[in-house]
């Protein structure tokens, strides 16, 4: 067995998986230079992304007035389960919290000053968070930009754990109540889903939840998170969900911004 297969603890086929992602490329948006700055407006119509819908399938309007986008970094953190299947692992942050308070999360935050790149960020946060030493993950890829509700540009950061036996959750009681996993493709099943449209500026878009249960506790996975998961799993797994992953209005706007975005 090679040297990379022990990196993944002799998974040869987490080692395929992470050749497979390390070839993705998540598409270029228009203000993916960090020296580029969008418009008020603009981030008033990206507010839409909370709910699952990738950055670039959101309204770009244009003015004079400016303002610095602030960013964040979410791991998704994959492993193999014990049946063979991939996992993600997931928090519930802590009910005492002042905002999403008790809401299922990936491990995460806002990026600082000495964080090299996303994945950097990611890691960092999931330490904090949970305890995960970073040295434990090999971040293989990242994903398109997602916006919060808050106007956090989160960018999706998909990384391995190479070793599952040596992670011992160790939550932050300040931040998270559970550490939990979750097959990740479940993500692009249409078992335990359920959707919601709302509308927005006049346009009506589409809101997951994904209901997941253990032995002791049930889960409700949705919004932002649950369209991450979406997303990860579909680029993953090659195949796109069986269900409509948002209302054809946002994939038009998802096919301008594509084709308009910087080369």
């Not at 040596?166 to 959707?195: C, H, Q, Y």
Request: with cysteine; aromatic share 8%; hydrophobic share 35%.
């Amino acid at each position: 067995m090679d040297s990379t297969a022990n990196w993944f603890g002799g998974s040869e086929s987490l080692v395929a998986l992470a050749q497979q992602l390390c070839h993705y490329k998540a598409p270029r948006m228009p203000f993916d230079d960090d020296s580029e700055e969008a418009t008020s407006e603009e981030s008033a119509g990206k507010v839409v992304s909370q709910v699952g819908v990738v950055e670039s399938a959101t309204p770009i309007s244009r003015n004079s007035q400016r303002f610095k986008q602030k960013r964040a970094a979410v791991l998704i953190c994959l492993f193999q389960g014990d049946a063979g299947d991939l996992r993600v692992i997931l928090t519930k942050r802590s009910s005492t919290l002042s905002t999403h308070s008790g809401e299922i999360a990936l491990p995460g935050g806002k990026a600082e000053e000495g964080d090299k790149d996303d994945g950097d960020t990611a890691t960092r946060e999931a330490h904090e968070e949970i305890g995960l030493d970073p040295s434990l993950v090999n971040v293989v890829t990242v994903l398109e930009p997602f916006l919060s509700k808050h106007l956090l540009r989160v960018v999706p950061v998909i990384g391995i754990l190479n070793d599952k036996e040596s992670f011992k959750p160790a939550p932050n009681p300040d931040e998270v109540e559970t550490v939990f996993d979750a097959p990740l493709e479940m993500f692009i099943k249409d078992e335990n889903r359920r959707v919601e449209e709302r509308e927005w500026m006049g346009n009506k878009y589409l809101i997951h939840f994904f209901d997941y249960e253990t032995e002791n506790n049930k889960f409700m996975i949705w919004g932002l998170t649950a369209g991450i998961l979406i997303k990860a799993a579909s680029v993953v797994y090659q195949r796109p969900p069986p269900f409509p992953e948002q209302n054809p209005i946002f994939k038009v706007l998802q096919s301008v911004e594509k084709d308009t975005a910087l080369p």
